[in-house]
């Protein structure tokens, strides 16, 4: 009777063992094991990689979404009477998704000797293609360097920068560059989101490419568009020839670029760190 009251008692505690320490069977682990989080196909890594032509770079598609890369026909000035706001050297683009009513996110590489040769019609416009090519190399060493108030920028544009904040170099791969924030400014206009920008402009180390990017932002104390007052200022569109005047509206756009200065990285949408990610991870190889 003892004898059978011990085995029982075995069993028992054998049950007790099993019920805190499953026997887990073959097709038990396999149930277990499918049902692991896994990366969906519709869900977006946190780094992507590009690569296309030589060129090659990470950034995070959860932020700028997709990229289209592409090569560009070189475009050069047909007539020395036009306005050159077409001209561009043959380059490879890459245009995201990111984008504004007014401009997208971008990256391009280009041989920067090829900005002159597109002005060969003009040896004047030639001459200046030049000098812009020492300049951005003298601001590549020296980020507080400014012809007429302005950082070098190659391509024509028919605009100007109301002030550059947040200035500073920047390595990629490869080469060396400059960064800078500044509203694209036409004709007396006060900043607003519609043209606020980040730039990247820089040079491969063995200077022969040319690498230019841009990326829209915004700030929240600023307009989204075209606006004539801010902040209890208001453009004297007739007085706007007055020394006084005249110098009371650039100073204006100078304390916003001081602001912007100050912001935080994170304070800009999107954060400015994303673009200097993406930028440090640049290689042109060829």
Request: charged content about 30%; aromatic content about 12%.
């Amino acid at each position: 009777m003892f004898k059978y009251l011990f085995i029982i008692g075995l069993v028992f505690v054998s049950f007790l063992v099993q019920g805190c320490n499953p026997v887990i069977s073959q097709n038990s682990k396999s149930e277990i094991k499918s049902e692991t989080p896994q990366l969906r196909k519709d869900e977006v890594p946190k780094q992507q990689k590009v690569e296309f032509k030589g060129v090659s770079f990470s950034y995070d598609p959860q932020i700028f979404g997709k990229v289209k890369s592409e090569e560009v026909a070189e475009r050069p000035l047909e007539d020395e009477t036009h306005k050159p706001s077409y001209v561009t050297p043959k380059q490879r683009l890459f245009a995201f998704e990111l984008a504004t009513d007014f401009s997208e996110m971008y990256l391009t590489v280009s041989l920067i000797n090829d900005f002159p040769r597109m002005y060969a019609i003009d040896p004047l416009s030639v001459k200046g293609a030049i000098k812009d090519n020492e300049n951005l190399r003298k601001v590549l060493k020296d980020k507080n360097f400014r012809v007429e108030n302005q950082i070098p920028y190659l391509p024509f544009t028919d605009a100007s920068q109301s002030f550059q904040a947040k200035v500073k170099h920047c390595n990629f791969q490869n080469g060396q560059g400059i960064l800078f924030l500044t509203f694209w400014e036409t004709q007396y206009e006060l900043p607003s989101n519609r043209q606020l920008r980040y730039v990247f402009e820089g040079l491969t180390n063995d200077g022969k490419y040319y690498v230019l990017a841009q990326m829209p932002v915004s700030v929240a104390f600023l307009p989204e568009n075209d606006t004539e007052e801010f902040e209890g200022y208001k453009i004297p569109w007739s007085k706007l020839k007055d020394e006084a005047e005249m110098k009371r509206f650039e100073e204006v756009k100078k304390e916003i670029g001081k602001r912007l200065e100050n912001l935080k990285p994170n304070e800009f949408e999107p954060n400015l760190n994303y673009f200097e990610e993406m930028i440090s991870s640049l290689k042109v190889e060829k």
